[in-house]
């Protein structure tokens, strides 16, 4: 009799711990499920057809006089199903995307909800708040188990004071200490089956930005910088941060909070395809969209504004004539902006009076009667002094800013974030975000917010190596757009890699250059390199130069995450391809069928490929020119940091 006891107070405690009542969602497909069980937290697992991939994850979040999520009381419950057509004002990947879905939401008493959702390619749930008033956030729980040991692909940052531009790392998850360094989203999970799982975030609004940390037991869980309460100068470019509230939000108390998302793929392209970010955003906010033009820039810091030869008869630098060279090139070659960089204004704090050796007001007509815009570079703390700026720039006929050297993402400057953009679109401004974090849905909200960095890009020189970009389609550029910076006309491999401005330089080849413009997705996409380059390299400045910014459809061809990726993308009746390879020691080949172009027409591919030196000499590459069909299938070639481009018309 004692035993039978025991062995049913042994069942009860397991149904406790592990839901009195479960609460199942299925993907409109029904691969994908989470279960939802509710005890003395909401636990949830998540399962593709038979295989568990995550295993008694909890949710919570804490308020300054509640407790979300601990010992909840369900007091309701409402299933519906969406299948619509979603069209972005700015299609980095479709110009429709399917919005597909099953939702769960939740309601306990104590004045709040918890909303699932399940995707064909994932998952996601956010908390809601029904509260009288302002409620302050002391912490929320995101807390992920792994029901076995995966491999991670991460970016460790120093503290939250990040740029985003670290290198990443492959940790296996039992590995991972609860004493290491925290990781910044994305986040991708390799189950080391036939799993990749991609973590983010979306509709980030008036809060801060999510972090992971080991839990030092095979699981990670959030934290959050604090709110800033009290500033310090710290130069041009930043403050300090003297004191922080001991909560991570003040906010309203009637809101949704941010959706914690996973991208669940049995293959590694579906990654690379996906639009999760988007389709949980908080959708466009503006009424008139027509004047947010997307388009290439060229860029001359990278290159040290310094063209060169004997058509430039004055001193390069930050000088009109230099901008005017520049503005010639862009014109000639149909780039829609220049960038003016540091040195445009007198001072960095000051936006309204522009350095005399450039003359902003000469180039911004200039500009204008060659159809080339300018954009203007200015520091964070400039632009937060200076609000009004917006209303200046758009009067003097400035196109879009570059805002600089935020480095965080607490509650304060998530609001900035949204501040900024929403200033700049009412002054027909688009913006450029550098030194920020990664995308969270602001861009479809507002978008004219064309881009942000959060990248480790070229301007990283040699610490810009194929062997970390490979794994940007599959991470930073597959949760929003992506400022890279390519183009570079100077290609070595990483043996002999040296570089320095102005002489800048890239690791990798000459084709897998060209290639990122098909391959990484901006709003606004730079050519970083010198214009006297791009003049000596003519067809590759023409192939590059015609590459859109939006696209009607993506498809990648050939995916696997940190070795290589190729994508095919249409712009109306034009295909783009694009590829590009880590540094392995053989060259790679793949056979692409071309069936995804229309029967009954004749195509013709004009390619830019690695030449048969190209593992040595990186400048190598071979154009070629054939004829195709629907169906037909062509080779490609990829030397070692290798690349492929091409167009078929």
Request: proline share 4%; with cysteine.
């Amino acid at each position: 009799m004692k035993k039978h006891l025991f062995l049913l107070l042994c069942l009860y405690t397991s149904l406790h711990t592990y839901g009195q009542k479960a609460y199942k969602l299925q993907s409109p497909d029904g691969n994908i499920q989470v279960s939802i069980s509710l005890s003395d937290k909401i636990y949830y697992d998540v399962t593709y057809q038979q295989d568990t991939l995550l295993k008694q994850c909890n949710l919570q979040m804490e308020l300054s006089n509640q407790e979300l999520g601990n010992a909840p009381k369900l007091a309701g419950v409402n299933k519906k199903s969406v299948d619509e057509s979603l069209k972005p004002v700015i299609p980095l990947k479709y110009s429709t995307v399917a919005n597909k879905y099953n939702q769960l939401l939740m309601k306990f008493k104590g004045d709040y909800s918890v909303e699932f959702r399940a995707f064909n390619d994932g998952i996601a749930y956010r908390f809601i708040t029904n509260k009288k008033g302002m409620i302050e956030v002391n912490n929320e729980t995101f807390q992920v188990n792994f029901p076995e040991n995966y491999l991670l692909h991460v970016q460790h940052p120093g503290g939250f004071k990040t740029a985003y531009e670290e290198e990443y790392k492959h940790i296996e998850s039992k590995d991972w200490k609860s004493s290491d360094k925290m990781a910044l989203l994305p986040i991708l999970i390799d189950t080391h089956k036939d799993y990749k799982i991609l973590i983010s975030e979306s509709d980030l609004a008036d809060y801060p930005a999510l972090f992971l940390k080991s839990n030092g037991n095979n699981g990670m869980f959030s934290v959050f910088p604090k709110v800033p309460l009290e500033f310090g100068d710290d130069g041009d470019r930043s403050l300090k941060i003297l004191k922080e509230a001991n909560y991570i939000a003040k906010t309203n108390g009637k809101r949704s909070f941010p959706w914690r998302y996973f991208v669940i793929s049995k293959e590694d392209g579906e990654i690379v395809e996906n639009t999760m970010t988007y389709k949980l955003a908080e959708k466009n906010k503006l009424e008139d969209t027509s004047w947010i033009k997307p388009g290439l820039a060229s860029w001359e810091w990278w290159n040290g504004a310094t063209p060169y030869g004997p058509d430039v008869d004055f001193v390069a630098g930050c000088n009109l004539n230099t901008y005017k060279y520049f503005i010639d090139f862009a014109s000639r070659y149909g780039i829609s902006y220049i960038i003016m960089d540091e040195g445009w204004a007198k001072s960095t704090r000051d936006p309204y009076t522009p350095n005399p050796e450039v003359d902003v007001h000469e180039l911004i007509r200039y500009g204008k009667e060659k159809n080339v815009g300018i954009v203007l570079w200015l520091t964070w703390l400039t632009v937060e002094k200076n609000f009004g700026l917006f209303e200046t720039f758009e009067k003097w006929g400035v196109k879009g800013v570059k805002i600089d050297f935020m480095d965080r993402s607490d509650q304060w400057m998530v609001d900035y974030y949204e501040r900024v953009a929403k200033e700049a679109a009412k002054h027909h401004l688009f913006v450029d975000f550098h030194g920020s974090f990664k995308p969270a849905g602001l861009e479809y909200k507002y978008p004219n917010v064309l881009s942000y960095e959060g990248v480790r890009g070229m301007e990283q020189m040699g610490g810009c190596r194929p062997d970390n970009s490979v794994y940007l389609p599959f991470m930073r550029n597959a949760v929003g757009p992506m400022d890279y910076t390519p183009g570079a006309m100077l290609s070595m491999q990483p043996e002999i890699y040296r570089s320095e401005r102005p002489n800048s330089a890239s690791i990798g080849t000459r084709a897998y250059q060209m290639a990122l413009f098909v391959i990484f997705e901006s709003g606004i996409q730079m050519m970083a390199d010198n214009p006297t380059l791009y003049y000596r390299n003519d067809e590759c400045t023409k192939f590059m130069t015609q590459v859109p910014q939006t696209w009607d459809e993506t498809i990648a061809l050939k995916a696997k995450v940190g070795e290589y990726v190729i994508v095919a993308k249409r712009k109306g009746d034009k295909w783009y391809i694009g590829g590009m390879t880590n540094n392995q020691k053989q060259q790679r080949e793949f056979e692409l069928n071309l069936d995804f172009l229309k029967d009954g027409k004749n195509y013709r591919m004009t390619s830019f490929e690695d030449g048969v030196n190209a593992n040595r000499q990186a400048m190598d590459y071979r154009k070629k020119e054939r004829d195709f069909k629907k169906g037909d299938k062509v080779t490609v070639r990829l030397a070692r940091n290798g690349g492929f481009a091409a167009v078929i018309e």
